[in-house]
């Protein structure tokens, strides 16, 4: 079992997203956490297809790469999620990867018909960076993220958002970024 599950959902793979990422988990790591990697490009992870099987159980009807990394998660005591801003939410493949945990909200909210009092037993913490300076650009993301987490009984525990990164490596000219990246994976390890 891992304490920290990263989640990597660019689908550029040495991007800024996945450089603030790396230097978190090396954070995490130095603290002594153990983290586990994922990144959604590399799986075979099918959009949620609303068929409601769900329904009966809470698992998804769709086998793929999905129920490993969810088992991974559901045993950890705390997630890193990054994803790029796309049109203002997150990437493609980190919102397939969020709707398929649909079947836990069916299970949570209609099967076992929890009360939604938040009871957050668990940690997140949300990365992200976006090409414009727009002052509303990680609100949906944001929200779409805590949600996400809500249905984990996780709390949105911190946030790393960076305006203005789009090239490649337009971070590496923003060491502070690197470095608050490194100090709050260390943060998040100490205090999970």
């Known amino acids: 079992m891992s304490d920290i599950v990263a989640i990597y959902g660019s689908p550029r793979r040495k991007g800024n997203t996945a450089a603030l990422l790396s230097r978190a988990v090396q954070g995490a790591r130095d ?4 983290v586990q990697e994922y ?3 590399d799986l075979k992870i099918s959009p ?3 068929i409601y ?5 809470g698992e998804c009807a769709i086998k793929d790469d999905f129920q490993e990394v969810r088992d991974r998660i559901l045993e950890a005591r705390g997630l890193i999620l990054a994803s790029p801003i796309f049109f203002y939410s997150v990437s493609a493949h980190t919102k397939i990867f969020i709707d398929r ?3 836990m909200w069916v299970r949570k909210y209609w099967i076992d018909e929890q009360p939604r009092e938040k009871q957050f037993k668990r940690k997140g913490l949300f990365i992200s960076v976006g090409a414009t300076r727009g002052a509303r650009l990680f609100d949906g993301a944001v929200l779409s993220v805590r949600y996400f987490f809500d ?14 990164l789009d090239g490649e490596s337009d971070v590496l000219k923003h ?14 390890y100490i205090n999970l």
Do not use: H
């Open 31 to 34: 603290s002594g956490a153990s």
């Open 39 to 41: 990144v959604l490009r």
């Open 48 to 50: 949620c297809l609303e």
């Open 53 to 57: 099987k769900c329904q009966k159980d």
């Open 101 to 103: 945990f649909q079947s």
């Open 151 to 164: 249905v984990l009984d996780m709390q949105l525990w911190g946030s790393l958002l960076f305006r203005g």
């Open 175 to 188: 060491p502070e970024y690197l470095e608050e990246a490194y100090s709050l994976g260390r943060e998040m």
